[in-house]
């Protein structure tokens, strides 16, 4: 079975200050890692994934994550967030059935 | 636009009616879902399909049916609502092809609320 814990319910943050949100997981098989994005009233939307290769991938947005395997994590960090940035942030594992597993989610809110 | 089409966004019902929510997605995928949001515990899958005619439990299936009588078409069935299955439903779809690294494409969410 797979497992996802996003460690933070809420991140308050000021605009154009960085900010990580944190992301560990758990599997027995070889995963897939995604970040996805609801913003308020809408689904959710892909933001990055890692599949294989380089464990830094990145979002056309400014946004990135590292695929850590010995401490199984998967950390979504942006150097200076928006205003716009604020949304509700899930972390997700797949296997090959593609079941895909959810965090319970971070609000990430931005303060002007 | 490839998307995933929902209806209807906002429910309210009463205990014991019957209800359904659609779900139609346009990009051809063969792998669709279910998913119930609710604060605190992230997503929860239902139910989902591999395929036409191939249906199966997620995490959460007590009170829900599904059925997947064509590709681009997976109803979320509640045959008796209770106040518990109150919450935001998540319909989503993706390609069977690649295994476990396709992006999921979500609706815009059911939220239903049964008094």
């Known amino acids: 079975a797979q497992s996802v814990t996003q460690l933070d319910s809420q991140v308050p943050v000021f605009e154009e200050a960085p900010v990580e949100l944190r992301c560990n997981y758990s599997s027995s098989v070889s995963v897939y890692l995604f970040w996805y994005v609801q913003y308020p009233n809408q689904g959710l939307q892909l933001l990055l994934k890692y599949l294989s290769g380089s464990t830094l991938v990145e979002s056309i947005n400014g946004f990135e994550a590292e695929f850590n395997k010995s401490q199984t994590s998967f950390h979504l960090r942006k150097p200076s967030v928006h205003i716009s940035d604020t949304a509700e942030y899930f972390c997700a594992v797949s296997d090959e059935r593609r079941q895909l597993t959810f965090g319970s989610g971070t609000q990430l809110t931005v303060l002007p | 636009e490839a998307q995933v089409t929902q209806n209807p966004r906002y429910l309210i019902t009463v205990t014991g009616k019957k209800l359904t929510v659609t779900c139609s997605q346009n990009?051809?995928?063969?792998?669709m879902s279910w998913y119930r949001q609710d604060p605190g515990l992230g997503l929860r899958q239902i139910y989902y399909s591999m395929n036409v005619e191939v249906t199966d439990k997620g995490d959460v299936p007590e009170g829900y049916k599904v059925s997947r009588k064509e590709k681009r078409n997976f109803p979320l069935i509640l045959e008796s609502p209770s106040p518990n299955q109150t919450s935001l439903y998540f319909c989503?779809?993706?390609?069977?092809?690649?295994?476990?690294?396709?992006?999921?494409?979500f609706g815009q969410g059911t939220r239903l609320t049964v008094v």
């Open positions: 989503a779809s993706s390609s069977y092809l690649g295994g476990g690294n396709t992006e999921a494409f």
């Open positions: 990009m051809n995928h063969e792998y």
